[in-house]
Each structure stands twice: as C-alpha cells, then as structure tokens.
C-alpha cells in the first residue's frame, strides 16, 4: 500500500501543476485578447476622430459650396435684372416710335380720304356735265 500512495501522490501534485498550467494559458490567452481589443478600441478611436475630421471638412465644404452658389445667382440676377430693363426700355422706345407712326400714318389715310372724297366729287360732277343734255 505504499506503493500507492507514492504514484498517487506525484499523480496529485501532476494534476495540480496541469490545472495551473492550463490556468496560466488561459489566463495568457485572455490577457493576449485583452491587448489586441484595447489596439482595436484605440484603433477605432482613432477612424472615428479621423471620420469627425473629414465630416467637419465636408461641412464647412457643403457651406462655402452654398455660399457660392448664392453669391453666382445673386452675380447672375442682378445681370438679369440689368437685361431685363435694359431690353424694356428698348421696347418701350419701339412701342413708342410705333405709335408715332400709326398716328402719321392715320393722318395720312385721313388726308387721302378726304382726296378721295374730293375725286369722288369731281368725278361724279365731270360726268354729270359731260352727259349730253337731254
């Protein structure tokens, strides 16, 4: 019976280096995973402040886009409005040399009407006294 409890004594102490051992790999193990999600955390830290960077740059972007886009279609209306004056008093000069002209024009018809009318007179006395006399 000693004989047994000698194997049984080195086959305790075995067991206990074993449970350490494994122990200390687990322990390893998870201390390895530990490091690598805290490079990961910091990692994506990093991405996340480059992201807030670039969103910051995209808009102060999207406000000096809007600013000049603004300032162009003020630039452009202003130069509308300049052409649009600019041809209205054109067509107002037009609409203006047009009405003189119809108002000769009508004076002019007037006179021939009353030419005609003189004509008409003239003709209709002419032919009353070239008719023979009956």
């Given at each position: 019976?000693?004989?047994?409890?000698?194997q049984?004594?080195?086959?305790?102490?075995?067991?206990?280096?074993?449970?350490?051992s494994?122990?200390?790999?687990?322990?390893?193990?998870?201390?390895?995973?530990?490091?690598?999600?805290?490079?990961?955390?910091g990692?994506?830290k990093?991405m996340?402040e480059?992201?807030?960077?670039?969103?910051?740059g995209?808009s102060?972007?999207k406000?000096q886009?809007r600013?000049?886009?603004?300032?162009?279609?003020?630039?452009n209306?202003?130069?509308?409005?300049?052409l649009?004056?600019?041809?209205t008093?054109k067509?107002?000069?037009?609409d203006?040399?047009?009405?003189?002209?119809?108002r000769?024009?009508k004076?002019?018809?007037?006179e021939?009407?009353?030419?005609?009318?003189?004509?008409?007179?003239?003709?209709s006395?002419?032919?009353?006294s070239s008719?023979?006399?009956?």
């Amino acid at each position: 019976m000693s004989k047994e409890v000698d194997q049984n004594e080195p086959m305790q102490t075995r067991g206990r280096a074993g449970k350490v051992s494994r122990s200390s790999d687990i322990l390893t193990v998870l201390e390895n995973r530990v490091v690598n999600l805290e490079k990961f955390v910091g990692n994506m830290k990093e991405m996340l402040e480059l992201v807030e960077g670039r969103i910051n740059g995209f808009s102060s972007m999207k406000e000096q886009l809007r600013d000049f886009v603004l300032d162009s279609l003020g630039g452009n209306v202003e130069m509308m409005h300049g052409l649009v004056n600019s041809t209205t008093e054109k067509l107002a000069e037009r609409d203006d040399a047009l009405e003189d002209m119809m108002r000769v024009m009508k004076k002019e018809i007037e006179e021939l009407k009353g030419e005609l009318t003189i004509y008409k007179v003239a003709l209709s006395n002419g032919m009353l006294s070239s008719r023979p006399k009956q």
